[in-house]
């Protein structure tokens, strides 16, 4: 089963509509040892499609719209954080902390990109504030690295050892991962029939999330990716931050297209956020599972006081497991799942060429969102969708890499997709799925959305506004 049917199955879609996705291979995108650029096409075009399946239920379409898949589209979105320009501004990269250390017995990598996570680790590492890298790194080199692993971990920082693809399989966790199913799917108890108003036939372009209103309790990519892709499909997407919790400004930006941006206090604010669920159709979280459940923010909570609710989750490790409760982030989940070693050179480990675990996710959220909407206009219910970085890796690297590889060889002229031609064509930078675009940030250079399907929407509605400068209602 080719990637596209693998995801679309996964996400509950009709076999036959994949035939409905054509895709544009360009050799060269997404270059890798594994095979992230049929993963990356995969997970948007899978998002396409059910964008497509919805606009035409919501329209009474009597046929899906063809969606296109491009990979040097793709290849462009999953960059988009390393392309955007802000006033001519390149983004700000990884802080200095975030990066692989040498240890005593081998590598780890740590993420300090925020304030927190940054004292965190220097203070399980009993070191100052000011302390210079150098420091850290003789610190970091007299420690094992899983030692290293747990002592950060424990003071609530963020570090992982590096573990081949084979250590990895032999850790619990890997086994818990493997035996869940890509997109967790399920009905909860509270059911509610609740259809989206009818778009119209006429509707142009064709937004399949008009008029539904998305809470985005999210934060770094693979959930801020999902919900600016609702925003692209015609969702009202406010975005709610503690404020207490400033974001990455850049990292904001880039995935704010569409969205507004409110701060709220889920303590003081309690009301406030009351009044926005009622009136909610989708709630979006990208929290450690169970850090929100003690603000009633469960999934069944959330269900029983708005009927007819749908709750997508994404995490690093997934809701279960030993690991079930550590936070994590797209670099981590590569070199605790041994990518980072397939990827890397003898004594040197590697990265993927995008954060394709974050983007790929964040595709497939949207998607799961997409089709469980798809699924409610039928028979009603409040639905749950959950995904996990680390079940996208487990995807990305089930099998022989060089196997995988040579499957990706196949699919120069586009047909092993099984959904026609397209043509194969080198893939020669990012330049002609750039635009530019004015708003209250300044003037941003950006990737073009790539989910695309005919009738669709070609980009966002809306600039990013600035970090909480917006009211904590709907507009």
């Keep these: ?158 570090a992982v050892a590096l573990r081949t693809p084979k250590e990895w399989a032999a850790h619990e966790q890997a086994a818990e991962v493997a035996a869940r199913p890509l997109v967790e799917r399920e009905r909860l108890a509270f059911a509610h029939a609740r259809v989206p108003v009818p778009l119209g036939p006429g509707a142009s372009p064709l937004l399949p999330a008009a008029g539904l209103r998305v809470l985005d309790l999210t934060r770094v990519l693979a959930g801020p990716v999902a919900t600016r892709t609702l925003a692209l499909l015609g969702a009202d997407v406010l975005r709610l931050d503690a404020p207490q919790l400033p974001e990455l400004s850049d990292q904001h930006a880039d995935t704010g297209f569409g969205k507004r941006s409110a701060t709220l206090d889920l303590t003081a604010g309690r009301d406030t956020f009351e009044e926005l669920l009622a009136s909610a159709d989708v709630v979006v979280t990208g929290y450690r599972p169970g850090a929100l459940d ?119 002229d586009g047909s092993e997709d099984g959904s026609g031609g397209g043509g194969g064509t080198a893939y020669r930078g990012p330049d002609p799925w750039l635009a530019e675009t004015d708003g209250p940030l300044g003037r941003l250079r950006h990737a073009r959305p790539p989910v695309s399907f005919t009738g669709g929407p070609t980009d966002w509605a809306r600039p990013p506004a600035p970090w909480g400068s917006d009211p904590a209602r709907w507009a």
Aim: proline share 5%; aromatic share 6%; glycine share 12%.
């Design 294 to 412: 003690r603000f009633g923010l469960s999934p069944e909570a959330l269900a029983e006081r708005r009927p007819g609710l749908v709750v997508a989750q994404v995490s690093a490790w997934g809701a279960y497991g030993p690991w079930g409760g550590r936070r994590g982030f797209d670099s981590l989940v590569q070199v605790a799942t041994g990518i980072a070693v397939t990827e890397g050179s003898p004594g040197q480990p590697g990265a993927l060429p995008a954060q394709a675990l974050d983007h790929g996710t964040g595709y497939l959220l949207a998607a799961a969102v997409l089709r469980a909407l798809t699924e409610q206009s039928y028979d009603g219910g409040a639905r749950l969708v959950r995904l996990a970085l680390a079940r996208t890796a487990h995807w990305l690297t089930d099998g022989t890499p060089a196997d995988r590889a040579e499957d990706e060889d196949k699919d120069k």
């Design 1 to 158: 089963m080719n990637e596209i049917k693998f995801a679309w199955s996964a996400l509950g879609g009709d076999p036959a509509l994949t035939d409905r996705v054509t895709t544009v291979v360009r050799e060269g995108a997404l270059a890798a040892r594994l095979p992230v650029r049929r993963l990356a096409r995969a997970c948007v075009g899978a998002c396409a499609l059910a964008a497509a399946e919805l606009g035409a239920r919501r329209a009474g379409l009597a046929e899906v719209p063809q969606a296109l898949v491009d990979d040097g589209a793709v290849a462009a979105a999953f960059h988009s954080e390393r392309l955007l320009q802000v006033g001519g501004r390149a983004p700000v990269a990884f802080a200095p902390l975030s990066r692989f250390w040498r240890t005593a017995d081998g590598w780890v990598r740590t993420h300090a990109n925020y304030p927190h996570h940054r004292a965190r680790l220097l203070g399980a590492l009993g070191l100052r504030e000011d302390t210079p890298v150098e420091e850290v790194a003789a610190r970091l080199a007299a420690r094992p690295a899983l030692e290293v692993e747990e002592t950060v971990y424990g003071a609530g920082g963020l």
